[in-house]
């Protein structure tokens, strides 16, 4: 018993001392290279391959690098990098001087811009007017209307509903945004899903849904003008999608639509100018492929391996999902 006792604090010596070598699995120990025994000073390689290392790492990581290897973590390559992967355009980028008066950065220019960056991104989530306002009067965008569409559209860590209330009030910016936009070749399902993901729909129908679907349709037609469907019947379809999806996903719906009842529904609402084939390749898609409005309202699942679930807090938002107006009945007068 005590032969075994400390055997088992040899072992645990031997596993906790990094200076040992490590052994096999036939229990012979070998030496490890003289290279691969320790870890080597970033400084001590060649710029190049520890500037490669540090690429690896986020922004968060990279300014904790910086307190060991000052020179190496501000590299204006790692923070250009950084920035352009999650802001693609400012109006800074293309007059990025170091000599240039207005721009009120210091060196490193790409570590002091990033944090600019990441400040009002943050702002915008609570004040989306004041984060602009941020990013105007720090010279990283211009206060041009094409200048912020432009920032909004590549740009990804925006926040959602920050900027459906943003583009609520700015209609200019919306309509410049959404001719960004390029949905050739992209089914409506695929279209409204590209949509959608930028620019998240509000959670109750009002004015503002219905311009968002006027605008998606007339885009999608001119990118697509050959399509066999019009305006009009894009607009009905958006409307239909989006209340199928909640009907299919949304756990609040016991009673699921079938696709002979979307196909009849859908047929009857637009008139037959739809084809059934085309109307059941829609239900296909969104019972396949998922939900037309990404949902960003996550909850965690226990019962699932702690995964997170797409959650819809609110039961067919946007009203029933067919609402046929019945047709007016005039009664004949009989003069018998």
């Known amino acids: 018993m005590g032969h075994s006792h400390s055997?088992?604090?040899?072992?645990?010596?031997?596993?906790?001392?990094?200076?040992?070598?490590?052994?096999t699995t036939s229990g012979k120990s070998k030496d490890l290279p003289p290279n691969l025994d320790r870890f080597n000073d970033l400084t001590q390689l060649p710029p190049e391959v520890a500037v490669q290392i540090l690429s690896n790492l986020n922004a968060t990581d990279l300014c904790l690098a910086s307190c060991v290897w000052k020179d190496l973590a501000e590299n204006e390559l790692l923070w250009k990098k950084l920035c352009f992967s999650k802001w693609g355009y400012t109006s800074i980028y293309g007059n990025l001087k170091y000599s240039h008066i207005s721009i009120k950065l210091k060196k490193p220019i790409f570590k002091n811009l990033y944090l600019s960056l990441?400040?009002?991104?943050?702002?915008?989530?609570?004040?989306?007017?004041?984060?602009?306002?941020?990013?105007?009067?720090?010279?990283?965008?211009?206060?041009?209307?094409?200048?912020?569409?432009?920032?909004?559209h590549y740009t990804s860590s925006l926040s959602n509903k920050s900027l459906t209330k943003y583009l609520k009030d700015k209609r200019e910016v919306l309509d410049l945004l959404v001719m960004y936009m390029n949905f050739t070749g992209f089914t409506i399902c695929d279209g409204l899903r590209k949509f959608f993901k930028k620019i998240h729909p509000p959670e109750e129908r009002g004015n503002f849904l219905d311009?968002?679907?006027?605008?998606?349709?007339?885009?999608?037609?001119?990118?697509?003008?050959?399509?066999?469907?019009?305006?009009?019947?894009?607009?009905?379809?958006?409307?239909?999608?989006?209340?199928?999806?909640?009907?299919?996903?949304?756990?609040?719906?016991?009673?699921?639509?079938?696709?002979?009842?979307?196909?009849?529904?859908?047929?009857?609402?637009?008139?037959?100018?739809v084809s059934r084939e085309t109307l059941g390749d829609f239900y296909d898609d969104v019972y396949l492929n998922g939900h037309i409005v990404p949902s960003h309202c996550k909850q965690v699942n226990k019962r699932k391996g702690g995964k997170r679930q797409h959650c819809f807090p609110f039961y067919r938002p946007y009203g029933a999902i067919f609402e046929i107006k019945p047709i007016e009945l005039k009664l004949l007068s009989c003069n018998c």
């Open 118 to 152: 990441d400040e009002a991104t943050l702002i915008f989530g609570f004040r989306p007017h004041q984060g602009i306002k941020y990013l105007t009067d720090h010279n990283i965008i211009e206060e041009e209307t094409e200048e912020v569409a432009k920032f909004i």
């Open 7 to 23: 055997t088992f604090h040899q072992t645990s010596n031997e596993a906790l001392n990094p200076n040992r070598p490590m052994s």
């Open 211 to 273: 311009v968002l679907i006027e605008k998606f349709s007339h885009r999608f037609i001119e990118c697509n003008p050959t399509s066999d469907l019009n305006q009009e019947h894009i607009s009905v379809l958006c409307y239909s999608l989006m209340l199928l999806s909640v009907d299919l996903y949304s756990p609040h719906v016991r009673n699921k639509m079938s696709k002979r009842e979307y196909i009849k529904n859908n047929h009857q609402v637009l008139n037959g100018e």
